[in-house]
């Protein structure tokens, strides 16, 4: 099973990236939650987001609410990070990950991450003027 995420890019600041993450070879990959992480320079990798792929109930970190909007299309195994009004300190490589879990918002916001078991391999994501 693999995750492959794509979409990342250089933005000015205020505009809006949609990353992708692709999941192919997993069994019933609806009893997974799709994470999506990121890690900027010097500092410790973050939840952002997650999305569990059968009810599609999701998780958003406060630090990018109201910006950041998470879905999928079961259709094609695919999660979306829709990223508007990013900033500069948004700058990072982004990753998505996969995992068995609870699929309300809180047990998907305390699931550490690793717990996770699949990682993509990240796709950079810098905001600047």
């Known amino acids: 099973a693999q995750l492959v995420e794509s979409g990342g890019g250089a933005v000015q600041p205020g505009g809006s990236l949609r990353l992708s993450c692709v999941a192919s070879g997993f069994t019933d990959l609806d009893k997974y939650n799709i994470g999506w992480f990121r890690q900027a320079p010097g500092k410790e990798r973050e939840g952002v987001s997650c999305i569990a792929m059968d009810k599609g109930t999701t998780y958003v970190a406060d630090s990018v609410k109201g910006r950041f909007t998470i879905s999928r299309d079961v259709t094609k195994n695919t999660v979306y990070l829709q990223m508007d009004s990013l900033k500069p300190e948004d700058t990072a490589v982004y990753y998505c990950?996969?995992?068995?879990?609870?699929?309300?918002?809180?047990?998907?916001?305390?699931?550490?991450?690793?717990?996770?078991?699949?990682w993509g391999q990240g796709t950079q994501v810098t905001v600047s003027s």
């Open positions: 990950a996969a995992v068995v879990g609870w699929t309300t918002p809180q047990a998907m916001e305390d699931m550490p991450e690793y717990e996770y078991d699949y």
